[in-house]
């Protein structure tokens, strides 16, 4: 079964700061990838995906996520953080075969001014 | 194009009750999946659906059920509900093939009493 998991509940940056939250797959072949950002009382919106087309796949709202095989991790990174990306953020995988995600435990970004 | 949509967004039931949700994908989709988010277990597929059919199911109980009409809208039935019942409930639609992105609904928040 495909599965993920995120390392760090809570992150707290500064304004400007780098953001990087981590995401590590359990898989025997390449997944397909996803992460997912949620603000609160809302439903999830998607940031990336990663499809195998290119190992360094640019999102939404300047994130982008690089995919290691050789690490089995798809972490998340923004270069510098704005208020607006206070929110929780998923990391997700779906096997190749697969139409269901399976989800990490989330990771809260706070960001202090 | 108008988004995914649950009704209602918020519901409060008591122990022994039963509930239907509901769902109605983005125009032209045929794929619904359910989610339930809770603080301890995170996000947990429930099932998904594709043109009137189950296509996937996740481990939950027989209590909880669903459907899918030939419109795409979908529903989902918690019958004989329990205090750990209480959770968002996030509907996804998607085209329906693999790999294809999932565009979540704001979510019900159920609150059992």
């Known amino acids: 079964a495909q599965s993920v998991t995120q390392l760090g509940s809570h992150v707290s940056v500064s304004e400007g700061a780098l953001v990087l939250l981590r995401c590590n797959y359990s898989?025997?072949?390449?997944?397909?990838l996803f992460w997912y950002v949620q603000y609160p009382n809302q439903g999830l919106q998607l940031l990336l995906k990663?499809?195998?087309?290119?190992?360094l796949v640019k999102g939404i709202n300047g994130f982008e996520a690089e995919f290691k095989k050789s690490e089995t991790s798809f972490h998340l990174t923004k270069p510098s953080a704005h208020m607006s990306d206070a929110a929780e953020y998923f990391c997700a995988v779906s096997g190749v075969n697969d139409y269901k995600l399976s989800f990490g435990a989330g990771t809260t970004v706070t960001v202090r001014a | 194009k108008a988004g995914v949509t649950q009704t209602p967004r918020y519901l409060i039931k008591t122990r022994g009750q039963q509930v239907t949700l509901s769902c109605s994908p983005i125009s032209g989709h045929r794929s619904v999946s359910w989610y339930q988010q809770t603080p301890g277990q995170g996000l947990q597929f429930l099932f998904e659906?594709?043109?009137?059919?189950?296509?996937n199911k996740g481990n939950f109980p027989g209590r909880f059920s669903g459907r899918q009409f030939s419109n795409s809208r979908s529903e989902m039935n918690v019958s004989t509900l329990e205090l750990g019942d209480s959770a968002l409930y996030l509907c996804?639609?998607?085209?329906?093939?693999?790999?294809?992105?999932?565009?979540f609904g704001p979510g019900t928040r159920l609150t059992v009493l």
């Open positions: 659906y594709f043109s009137e059919t189950q296509r």
């Open positions: 996804a639609s998607s085209s329906g093939g693999l790999n294809n992105e999932q565009f």
């Open positions: 990663y499809t195998s087309a290119a190992t």
């Open positions: 898989s025997s072949v390449p997944p397909y």
